[in-house]
């Protein structure tokens, strides 16, 4: 009850806008469904975030707006705090990662407040904002875990319930720490509890998810940063006890189905949402489909579109993936006359969209990377069935991210290095990283492969082969342990072992 009223009396629209709430009509129409989009991508600075920050900052006292507030991100939430903190005529300090592209803390400074880059990490960023806020006496804003931040996002759902006054189904939120969701299911169901809440995480920052099946908090060890607005590795404290008692589920998408969202919302309104604006599309749209759902209404909260323009490409390149328009493919070819020409005819009528073969004299097949867009998985199931009934082994890489990263750029690339290990790095984006990484391990031992390809993400996702004899890998491994970025090994996915290695396997 306190939310409810909390909600009402908040004093976001000094500083937001009563967003649009939409129907988004080819959707609509293809999940046999009304979709309807809230839409904080509009509001000013581009997401929903100014709502929770500006809702706490206003309720702030004159002394306390005197000395000034303090946060620490790299993301939406700081383009809130810099907002709300220049029309209260307040001094604001950002804290953010010193890794953090300067097109992000540029916007941020140009909104008056004062950038300082601190740490590798948002944890360490995190730590000396709360450390300085003691020694200043300024006010910390977080980005979730506050009953007025989470009440001025609950505003979204006083809107919704405003906005779509017949029968409503369920409203799609996107989760990171929150905030958002635990906002609108504190009043949506007290004034509409039939109106199921379902929050939306990517599969690889799945910390919500993860809480709620446990019934505690849950740490993860690693996010996956795609949708750098929702990559969180614990869910807030008071965030948590909200959904615990209020949200009816979470759905898990994959970054193909995110991409394929960004693309579809491009069809729609020509806007471009942040991949963690998009989750929630990708999610109602996975729920609509997983429960037969039709004629109903539902509303996914499209919550941003700060998005890095460098990510653009792999947004692209993974958007037909993701609605299963297109299928990454691997076969072999006997190294004999007439086999490519006998590839093409089992290829058929399917419409080949990317294809890398390159001659390989010591090899007895060749491997054949391509792409075909596809119309339906029986389609592509036929045409594997011919393939592999004409001896032309196939491999159906669409799922593996891995291959879609990294393994479809190598042509050629099959050999038996020795010792070799391979693992994904995830290296800082910042000058000198990889002089970091080389000192650690070069030239004590051969680096055998390697592979970046900038996507736009705050962590650049490496992958490197290393040879190391099986008597020194407690040395390597500490050496890696002590360079301090994230990495997991690659050594047992079949694909790498597949396209790179040994193809009898
Ligand atoms: C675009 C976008 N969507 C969703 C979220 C998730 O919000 P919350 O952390 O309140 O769950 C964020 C958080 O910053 C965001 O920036």
């Given at each position: 009850?306190?939310?409810?009223t909390?909600?009402?009396s908040?004093k ?27 839409r904080?991508?509009l ?8 709502r ?17 507030v303090?946060?620490s ?12 903190a ?15 592209p300067?097109?992000?803390w540029r916007?941020?400074?140009r909104?008056g ?6 740490g590798d990490s ?9 450390q300085r806020?003691e020694q200043?006496g300024r006010?910390f804003i977080?980005?979730f875990?506050?009953?007025?931040v989470i009440?001025?996002?609950?505003t ?5 319930v ?6 409503l189904?369920?409203i ?7 905030g ?5 299911a504190?009043?949506?169901?007290r004034?509409?509890p ?13 910390a919500m ?5 446990h019934?505690q908090r ?7 940063g ?7 590795k ?17 759905v898990?998408v ?12 491009f069809?729609e ?9 998009a ?11 997983y429960?037969?759902?039709k004629?109903e209404?539902?509303v ?5 579109a ?18 299963k328009r297109?299928?990454?493919?691997a ?5 004999e006359q ?8 089992l290829?058929?009528r399917?419409?080949i969209?990317e ?35 004409s ?24 050999s ?6 391979v693992y ?9 990283a990889?002089?970091?990484f080389?000192?650690?391990f070069?030239p ?5 492969l ?5 996507q ?17 890998f ?12 994230e990495?997991?090994?690659e050594?047992?996915?079949?694909i ?5 290695r040994?193809?009898k396997?």
């Open positions: 009850m306190e939310y409810l909390s909600v009402l908040s976001v629209y000094d500083v937001a806008i009563e967003s649009p709430l939409q129907l988004a009509t080819k959707l609509s129409e293809r999940l046999g469904v009304n979709l309807w989009i809230k904080e991508d509001q000013p600075v581009f997401s929903f975030k100014l929770g920050a500006y809702n706490m900052m206003a309720k702030l006292s004159r002394e306390q707006l005197e000395r000034g303090i946060c991100s790299a993301g939406n939430h700081a383009q809130g705090v810099a907002l709300s220049q029309r209260l005529g307040c001094d604001a300090v950002i804290v953010m990662p010193v890794t953090t300067e097109i992000k916007s941020v400074e909104l407040a004062t950038v300082v880059l601190k948002y944890d360490e960023a995190q730590s000396y904002a709360k806020c200043e006010t977080p980005p875990d506050h009953p007025d009440s001025g996002q609950g979204i759902g006083m809107e919704i405003r906005q779509l006054q017949g029968p189904h369920a799609f939120v996107p989760v990171g720490g929150g958002l969701i635990a906002g609108i504190a009043y949506v169901k004034v509409r039939e109106v199921k809440i379902i929050g939306v995480e990517p599969s690889d920052a799945n998810a993860l809480s709620l099946c019934g849950v740490m993860l060890e690693q996010v996956g795609f949708a750098d607005g929702v990559a969180v614990v869910v807030g404290e008071e965030t948590f006890r909200l959904c615990r008692e209020l949200v009816d589920g979470i898990l994959s970054r193909d189905a995110i991409c394929a969202s960004i693309k579809d919302m069809e309104k020509r806007s471009i949402l942040e991949p963690a604006g989750l929630a599309l990708a999610g109602a749209e996975a729920y609509c489909k429960y037969g759902l004629g209404n539902v996914a909260i499209t919550s941003g700060n998005m890095n323009f460098d990510r653009l490409r792999l947004v692209t390149e993974l958007a037909d993936v993701g609605r297109e299928a990454v493919l076969t072999f070819l006997p190294e007439g086999s490519f020409k006998k590839f093409a005819e290829v058929g399917m419409n969209t294809f890398k073969y390159r001659y390989d004299c010591n090899a007895k097949d060749a491997l054949v990377l391509y792409s075909v867009g596809i119309y339906t998985d029986d389609e592509l199931k036929a045409m594997v069935e011919r393939m592999e009934s001896k032309l082994r196939t491999v159906d890489l669409t799922d593996n991210d891995l291959a879609k990263d990294h393994l479809r750029y190598f042509i050629g690339g099959r038996e290095v020795t010792d070799e290990l994904r790095f995830i290296f800082p984006e910042r000058p000198g990889l002089m970091k080389l000192d650690a070069s004590r031992w051969n680096i055998s390697f592979h970046y390809r900038a736009g993400e705050t962590g650049a996702n490496v992958l490197v082969g290393i040879q190391v004899p099986p008597e020194e407690d040395e390597f491994k500490s050496r890696a342990d002590n360079l301090g970025y990495y997991m090994s050594l047992n996915n079949e790498y072992r597949l396209l790179l040994d193809p396997i």
